[in-house]
């Protein structure tokens, strides 16, 4: 049920925060090695955690790349979903955006309107 301003309705209240459903989708580089890819995402699940709660991450792996980014063709995909208050994702975007081993990120809401 949205609210009177339009924004989606809070899924559930955490000692009074509002905590929403989020999807992230990212994409490493593929030339990293196994151990770093899996270092990112812990990486990731710890900035989530520290002001929300991370799901368990569904690594897609390495697949095609629509078009080249940074001369690349292909990207590791990882999918993880979480639950935080609205602030969370802006702070996430911003680490996720300094980070050179994500090639692409996206951050949706999950919540019904």
């Known amino acids: ?21 989020y999807e992230l989708l ?12 899996d270092a990112l995402i812990e990486t990731v699940k710890s900035v989530i955690n520290a002001g929300g709660e ?16 940074n001369k690349k063709s292909t990207g ?9 208050d609205a602030e969370l994702p802006k702070e996430l975007d911003r680490r996720l955006r300094i980070n050179e ?6 951050i949706v809401s999950q919540d019904e309107e």
């Open 54 to 69: 991370a799901g368990e991450a569904d690594v897609w792996g390495e697949r095609k790349l629509a078009y080249s980014i």
């Open 101 to 106: 081993n994500v090639m692409r990120h996206i």
């Open 26 to 37: 990212f994409v490493l580089d593929p030339s990293l090695d196994e151990e770093q890819k």
């Open 1 to 21: 049920m949205p609210t009177a301003q339009g924004e989606p309705a809070p899924i559930m209240t955490t000692g009074g925060v509002k905590m929403r459903d």
């Open 76 to 84: 590791y995909y990882v999918v993880l979903p979480f639950k935080a």
